[in-house]
């Protein structure tokens, strides 16, 4: 078991209101990745599920027993809320060597050594940092720190653990190396996870589910995929994707059973089925278009049927992949073509996008009010 509820939490520094009304379950065998940018919230949140920093509202359960209860005063200490935890910055025992510090929890469980020396080599192998092993913390690099953390807290094979940000100190290749490790633990063990960080590509590719967050408020918690094909609103939009989406403004009006947009993409048609929480007038409405790189289809010589004209403004070649920033009327788009692409600055051409995958936020409220459809 492993499940975690948040309900009404709020958490004020002084006057500095950091969480707000916080509302998020976390389901047994989950991996739930608390994102957003640099102040929002994420350590905080992890601190009050830890134990370590008490909500001034709100109440936690753990497995249905409630750690926290704010309105009666109640926190459970962290020792008894049965969490594991690794920190932004990871406190090794100095006097330890790596070996002793991994393998201290089991220790103290009073496992047979056998055992004992078996689990910490594969928690040191598993965060290649087996050859480290009699070394001590300060004669290892930040990141080598990190990994030692990562491995003592893995160890013990825990219900429960909280991550935040444990691999901002690698380097690229290693980060992925260990992210696809987490990733594998995670599947074997059926460890519940919470995951903090503000990288937005560690979120999509180890979660079961991303929790966004923006000044301590939630704004979305969906699975990768829904985050990425159907964001909440502009700002998760914005944030979630690399590179970014294109956000074209335009005037959208109902016609019956569809609704036309115009923008500097010309006149596209989609089906008002596909909207969501709307008050339908007559009038004509400002709204967003959210169109992702890869979406857009570019032709080099004039197709038969083709939603707008544009220039290349540049072409940006990456080996497995091409960036292509474009013209079109007075927006600029960038679209993302697999492989090498040939593309000429100030050359014409030919745009198409299925309306399908596009999203429409409305502008005022900056909420999604489309969402893309595969079919
Ligand atoms: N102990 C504290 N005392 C006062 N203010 C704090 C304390 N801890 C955090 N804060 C404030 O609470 C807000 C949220 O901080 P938090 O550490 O949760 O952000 P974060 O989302 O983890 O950011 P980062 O990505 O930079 O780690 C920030 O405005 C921060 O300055
Ligand atoms: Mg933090």
Redesign the pocket.
């Known amino acids: 078991m492993g499940r975690i509820e948040l309900r009404g939490i709020n958490k004020f520094?002084?006057k500095?209101h950091?969480l707000r009304d916080l509302d998020l379950t976390i389901d047994d065998g989950e991996f739930m990745t608390l994102l957003?940018?640099?102040?929002?919230?994420?350590?905080?949140?992890l601190?009050v599920v830890a134990g370590l920093?008490k909500p001034q509202s709100g109440t936690i359960r753990v497995d249905g027993k409630e750690v926290v209860n704010a309105a009666e005063y109640y926190f459970a200490p962290p020792s008894k809320r049965n969490l594991n935890l690794v920190f932004?910055s990871y406190a090794l025992w100095p006097h330890m060597t790596v070996f002793k510090n991994v393998a201290f929890g089991l220790t103290v469980k009073k496992l047979p050594s056998s055992e004992v020396k078996r689990r910490v080599a594969q928690a040191l192998e598993r965060m290649q940092i087996a050859s480290f092993s009699e070394r001590y913390p300060s004669e290892l690099s930040g990141g080598q720190q990190q990994r030692v953390a990562i491995a003592r807290a893995i160890v013990s094979e825990p219900k429960l653990l909280l991550l935040?940000?444990p691999l901002s100190n690698l380097d690229a290749k290693l980060r992925i190396d260990m992210r696809s490790e987490l990733k594998r633990l995670h599947q074997e063990l059926g460890t519940t996870v919470i995951y903090?960080t503000?990288d937005q590509v560690e979120a999509l590719t180890m979660s079961t589910k991303i929790a966004i967050?923006f000044d301590?408020r939630l704004a979305q918690v969906a699975p990768p995929m829904e985050v990425y094909n159907n964001p909440a609103d502009l700002r998760v939009a914005d944030f979630i994707g690399n590179p970014r989406i294109n956000l074209i403004p335009g005037r959208a009006k109902r016609d019956g059973d569809t609704v036309r947009v115009r923008s500097d993409l010309g006149a596209l048609t989609f089906q008002v089925k596909n909207f969501i929480d709307m008050n339908w007038t007559d009038e004509e409405f400002d709204c967003t278009l959210g169109i992702r790189p890869e979406q857009i289809a570019i032709a080099q010589t004039e197709p038969s049927a083709y939603l707008t004209a544009g220039k290349v403004y540049s072409s940006m070649p990456a080996g497995s992949e091409t960036l292509i920033q474009i013209q079109a009327g007075t927006s600029n788009l960038l679209a993302k073509e697999i492989g090498i692409s040939p593309y000429e600055t100030e050359q014409t051409i030919y745009l198409n996008i299925d309306p399908r995958k596009i999203n429409l936020f409305d502008t005022v409220s900056k909420k999604l009010i489309k969402k893309s459809v595969n079919k």
Do not use: L
């Open positions: 520094f002084g500095n950091v957003g940018p640099s102040g929002c919230g994420k350590t905080t949140t601190r920093e932004q935040d940000e903090v503000h967050f301590g």
